[in-house]
């Protein structure tokens, strides 16, 4: 039996409600010592210092990157046992990490050394992997960069979306930093290898160009991961249309042939159907316009209106 | 050579359970021809000492470099040294009693769970007692197999049946405070109400005897699952009365090649074959698989954990394959009865092979469970 008086303090740094589930369960199981929150819009910073203070637990807001010089003597006046980050924003310096080796864990929502980068959950589901895993890792001055202690993996389901899977992520996350709290209270020693290298890959945030559906290159399938990977974060996949700039929010696979170029309305039915580049087409369901949202039936509605 | 390892748990009640389990391995391998592999044991305690359950698999992978562990261990133990075997690259067999049912089903790669299912035969159990024509029933367990979530899904499997639960009793935990008097109460309020029953160990001997002594004669409908039918306690367990069935998991009265050739080894080693000796004898030929698929795959865990999903074995219970989604053995069940010995004491009856357990087992692992939450982390009957 331990003591409870011997149980871990552990500082949680986190960037929103992506790490809520995580912090409760923590803090239910007495782990949590304090919590910093990066970039925290006002709503869920001011909620979680009042969680934190009824909780007795030590609270500080890292409104901006310049803020981060405060860290260091926080951590000195708390004095954790161990620091975790979930989706934290900011990069941690050298004179933060210098409280300790192998102190600081990230919980990266990505497998590594596949998926570095700021938004591994749209890459994944961009990729059309059909498994992704949430990697505990020593902190190094690098983003994602630090040694591996664990890849948990997670399934991704036909037809999860960024939404889906950021929400089955954040649950699951609190089960795997309890796991890992618990390996820190039990654990004579914590293994861990430096990531390799060679199968390392590292994303830049998304940009328009990567958000963009490709009608020349892109599979029907490829096209509805990138609109899933895109709902809700980019409210969908960028597309011209008749040539007006939309977004696609939702779509599913329609496996009939075409004749049509494709980027182009093979037909309007209770959706709107896109011809694409192997002879498959997409159903588009939900798409966002200028004008608003619309299902694909307002749309359709628009369309024949102006062309009438 | 090869090194696997084993955390062995005891129990008050089923003195020999450490020696089963080790026996059942070592005996198994020899049967499978690999007695050559050398099997490091570290003890458990009952299975619910957090911080004795991780150093003793940590000291199995970190010091003695086993290349598989084997643990008899609850779910949420195994969520405890999750993190590890994903950490050390190994894979871990949980033999699992399945009184419990998980609040998540695992989907680790590295864990897989063997099982004795008595969650799902509780709730097969409960399923025959509709199809005997019960439409009431009484839920009826003690202070410890009360804290399982086989309480859930024998519930659950009555009333999804067409079946209530007209009332519910549990019993003491020590010899003074058990008693099953208030069922008296219960069957006048609610006549033709079917008992619906968890207990394991002594706690079924007691259990039989209150039956026999409170109600003579009466040949109240009992439904055990498969605990309720292990065979050691039930030599030593009063003969009740005519209407006791449900469903077993394995009998030394199965006939098969296998069976016989398990309790016959397990004689020769002087030990009584049992559920317990079973779970890790079969193991042997799991951990056999795993052993093959880490040369194959060069350690690969996801690629081993793919081969041994679609793995199958003939065990002396039959036919032993794995469900992928949940990691976890699924293997026949049994509709039994119990009768009596010359000596009035109990034995099983095997009736039939149960139907559709791999369709019944899907549903099980699917089901909600409306935020039941059991709080044993201990090894079944490990106390």
Known sequence: ?308 | MQTIGILLARSTYYQTIGFDLYEGLRSGLKHLGRSDIRIVTENIGFGADKQQCYRSAEKLILEENVSVVIAYIGHRMAQLLRPLFLAANKILIVLDAGANLPNEWPSCPNIFYHSLHNSLGASLAAKKATDDGYTSAGMVTGYYDGGYLHTYSISKGFEEAGGTISFNHATGYKTEDFTIVPLVDHLEKFPNSALLSLFSGDFVQWYFEGIKNSFKGQNLPIYLPPFGFEEMMLSDAEYPGDNIKGIAAWSKKLESEENKIFIETMKAAGRIANLFSLLSWESASIVLKVIELIDEHKNSIPQIASDLQSFSFESPRGMIYFDSKTNTSISPLYNATIIATNEGKCEIQIESMANDVFEHFKKLSTQELNNSTSAWHNSYTCI
């Open chain 1, 1 to 308: 039996m331990y003591l409870m008086g011997t149980q871990k303090k552990i500082m949680v740094l986190c960037g929103g409600k992506f790490a809520f589930p995580a912090l409760q369960l923590l803090a239910y199981e007495k782990f949590i010592c304090a919590i910093g929150i990066g970039k925290g819009n006002d709503t869920i910073t001011d909620a979680l210092e009042r969680e934190s203070e009824d909780s007795n637990i030590g609270f500080k807001s890292f409104p901006n990157k310049k803020s981060i010089s405060e860290m260091r003597s926080w951590i000195d006046i708390v004095q954790p046992d161990y620091v975790f980050c979930i989706s934290f924003p900011f990069l941690l310096p050298e004179a933060v990490l210098s409280y300790g080796q192998d102190k600081f864990i990230n919980f990266h929502p990505g497998p590594l050394p596949q998926y570095r980068g700021s938004m591994p959950i749209f890459e994944v589901l961009k990729n059309q992997e059909t498994e992704t895993a949430i990697c505990a890792h020593f902190m190094n001055s690098k983003f994602d960069e630090g040694n591996i202690i664990f890849n948990d993996p997670v399934t991704i389901e036909k037809g999860d979306t960024y939404g889906k899977l950021t929400v089955k992520l954040s649950e699951r996350m609190a089960q795997v930093t309890l796991n890992m709290a618990n390996m820190l209270q039990f654990a004579s020693q914590i293994p861990s290898q430096p990531q390799e290298e060679s199968l390392s890959c590292y994303y830049e945030k998304p940009e328009l160009s990567d958000t963009y559906i490709n009608w020349k290159r892109m599979t029907a399938s490829e096209i509805i991961s990138l609109i899933n990977a895109c709902n809700p974060w980019n409210n969908g996949a960028d597309t011209t249309l008749q040539g007006e700039q939309v977004k696609i929010i939702v779509a599913s696979l329609l496996e009939e042939s075409h004749n049509n170029q494709s980027g182009t309305i093979v037909s309007f039915t209770d959706t709107v159907n896109i011809a694409c580049v192997d002879s498959k087409q997409i159903a588009v369901e939900i798409l966002s316009t200028d004008i608003g949202i619309l299902t694909a039936k307002q749309f359709a509605e628009l369309k024949s209106i102006l062309a009438n």
